[in-house]
């Protein structure tokens, strides 16, 4: 039965292209959550004014991949002592924060601040926020990195490093070995 986490951090095409190389991972969605008005757009959103993090949502199969080994592997792959804002990417839309929908994913997100807080000299500044309504980003938003993405000069930037970070340090838990 496929579960559901929600991360921010930062740009969604950034976390999204590390997510859909994990084994277990059964699909990943952009979108919008934790904002105050019903169905932003992107112009919205990028404004700062709605309160909502550009976020993903992975579905997930547990029985390949847990919840925490997500969330170490959402904690290695962007910086999460940076206060809304990922890079050049800055304002609360960027924020770090993970979103849990039950109470053990609640309890997994305060353990795996803890863990990625005993890898960092600088403070965790990740968030653990209500899980509110989920808004799907708009459609060219989703599989970016596969797309448009590659052409992209940000996400050239930004994306190969991230995922080089992820083949590295959890080589058992990606589908393609390949390194950029």
């Known amino acids: 039965m496929t579960e559901y ?3 921010a951090g930062g740009c969604f095409w950034c976390t999204e292209a590390v997510f859909k190389d994990v084994i277990g991972v059964e699909s990943v969605e952009s979108g919008y959550i934790g904002g105050h008005i ?11 004014d709605t309160g909502h993090a550009e ?9 390949q991949v847990s919840y925490g080994d997500l969330l170490d592997i959402f904690f290695a792959t962007h910086d999460p002592t940076q206060l809304n804002r990922q890079g ?10 993970i979103f849990p929908t039950t109470v053990m ?6 353990q795996a601040i803890a863990r990625a807080q005993a890898d960092q000299s600088a403070p965790i500044v990740t968030t653990i ?3 509110d309504e989920w808004y799907p980003a708009e459609d060219y938003h989703q599989e970016y990195w596969d797309g448009e993405g590659q052409r992209n000069p940000y ?3 930004i994306i190969p490093p991230k995922l080089q970070k992820l083949r590295k340090s959890f080589q058992g838990r990606v589908k393609s070995a390949a390194v950029m």
């Open 5 to 7: 986490a929600t991360l």
């Open 155 to 157: 996400c050239l930037a």
């Open 105 to 110: 994913q609640e309890e997994q997100a305060n």
């Open 38 to 48: 019903a169905n932003p757009t992107y112009k919205q959103v990028c404004g700062g």
């Open 88 to 97: 050049n990417d800055v304002g609360t839309q960027y924020r770090s924060a």
């Open 55 to 63: 976020a993903i949502r992975v579905g997930f199969d547990p029985e």
């Open 129 to 131: 926020e209500t899980a």
